[in-house]
């Protein structure tokens, strides 16, 4: 009987199961030896032989030859298994694989990764070294990009150039463009502007906000609340059209397309110096027909803030409609640190559009003496002061008494600004800039070469533009406006909340 409590059956099983185990042990030894590749078998198999066989003789009365090969075996495997371990393990490690010591699926799924990551690894060797021209342009476009894109993140370039700006929004946003860097290091911006006219009839914008008591003439205080609705043809989706942004002597490339849906074709034309080609006139000057589109190319001089609008006829039209927007020059050396601001302003008429959007003017060009008396005859019929189209909202940004109330502007007491300022309000000759409670730096055009005025009123044309500085050294509520008050009544008003503490524009975002 065994010393252990074994029956001679349970024995006999014993040493049957063995001598096939070692059949099987024998066969994974002889792969070993023949590939020298699974030494962790070789080092459990010894350790699971030796238990066996230890066992084995324990177990039984008998000590038979079968017995006595399974131990040798055992102890061979083993002591083969424990020599081999460190020189396989030695070869691993200038491999840059971690050492094996034991075979539990843990650590062998740990080497499964940590051999994948050396295979990732190998293979983005070869990638970098297949494509070293590529990556080298990568990194060199890279170098070259970097002070580009400090110096636009210093102008408060905007990140995401796709939203539509509402009327706050679009008091800071500045779109700096798609850039790259050519070889010789000239800086390239590229713009998109969708032009829609919306089938003609424009795209229902709404004009008024919830201020109470305020953007909402067309209604009573009784009634409720009813949006102002003005059709809109628009750049992007908007009236204004983006702020584009770029440095003198950047290459600016604009492409406008015009949608499938509008009925009529439209162009950019921006102020500023250009060849002819560029001007974006009617006609081979950049005229675009709908479902077409067309890259304007120029280099971005001089210095200055500039308007940009469709110069499609008739072009009070086009631009009353929605079609303009700003664009700023910066110069080369930049100008001193100051938290900017974008107005333009502009106006709504519902003179000839209709309720609907329907109504258009008469092309004036060709001018016969004809088409020029019926032309007149439609504007004084359309209009409501029989003397042309006329005026019923007017705004900085957009939003007829947008900037109000819980809207107003909060600015830091002591703080530099700079406003960037354009009027394209049609039908009335003039607009004009009043700022209460301060006196601000005002350069016409922007340009290096315009000569300050120190004010706090300025008048400005059709197309007029210029940049204003200031801080403001009280506290309080301020009011900027036109100070033509019949503007001022039909929305073009707003406030500055001038506080001691810094803090952002608005205070409910
Ligand atoms: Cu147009």
Redesign the pocket.
Known sequence: MSIIGFSNECLLLLEILTRYLLLLEILTFYTYSKCFLNYYTVVSTGRKLYILSLLSVSGSDMFNKYTLIISIFAVATLLIGTAVTPIVNAQLQTLGVPALETTTNTTAAVNTTSIQSQISGLQKQLYNAQHADQIKQQADDAKLLQPIAQSDKAKNCAIDQHTPTTFKTYLTHFACGHVTVLANGTTVRHFTLI?DDYNGTGTPIQISTNTPGLGKPLTSYNQTYKPVIFHAWTFNGTVPGPTMRFTEGDHVQITVRVTNDSK?P??LHMHSIHPGAMDGMSGAAGMIEPGKSLTYNFVANPAGVYPYH?H?FPVQE?ISRG?YGMMIIDPKTPRPQATEMVMMLNSYTYSFQGVNGSGHLTPTLPATQQQIEKNLTDVTQKSDENNGPDNQFYSVNGMPFGYVGKDSVHLTTGTPYRIYLANMVEFDPVNSFHMHGNLFNYWPSGTLNSSKIYTDIVTLGQGDRGMLEFHYNFPGQFMFHAHINHFSDLGWIGFFSVDNKPGPFFNNG
Do not use: E, G, K, V
Request: with cysteine; net charge neutral.
């Open positions: 032009a009529f439209h162009s469709c499609i086009h079609l």
